[in-house]
């Protein structure tokens, strides 16, 4: 699966959370650094976070205390957990994988593959 594929997003109410998840391949990516990414009508893509082949993870502080990226190898799986969900975090949400090197991070010059998105909508 060299190109990523999102699912997992969809409406809540403020408060609430989802639960994303990306079917993508790790071993496309220096390694193993993949992310999760969002843009909002309007507004420039932001990274939200990211996770290497050793499990560090970095994210926006935006999201810190309230989203969890994770990754499941076996199934070639990245997931990013929501909580506390907050109107500001609607936007479409996309997963990357492909990264070319350097520090793992939410960069997303550093990614070659893209995911079509998946939308999250959350209500005030």
């Not at 496309?28 to 990211?50: D, H, I, K, L, Y």
């Not at 506390?84 to 090197?101: H, I, N, Q, R, V």
């Amino acid at each position: 699966q060299v190109k990523p594929v999102e699912s997992g997003g969809g409406s809540v109410q403020a408060g609430g959370s989802l639960r994303l998840s990306c079917a993508a391949s790790r071993y496309t990516s220096v390694n193993g650094c993949m992310g999760w990414f969002r843009q909002a009508p309007g507004r420039e893509r932001e990274g939200v976070a990211s996770i290497d082949n050793d499990d560090n993870r970095t994210y926006a502080d935006s999201v810190k205390g309230r989203f969890t990226i994770s990754q499941d190898n076996a199934k070639n799986t990245l997931n990013l957990q929501m909580n506390s969900l907050k109107p500001d975090d609607t936007a479409m949400y996309y997963c990357a994988a492909g990264f070319l090197g350097g520090r793992c991070g939410v960069q997303s010059h550093a990614y070659r593959y893209w995911g079509q998105g998946t939308q999250v909508t959350v209500s005030s």
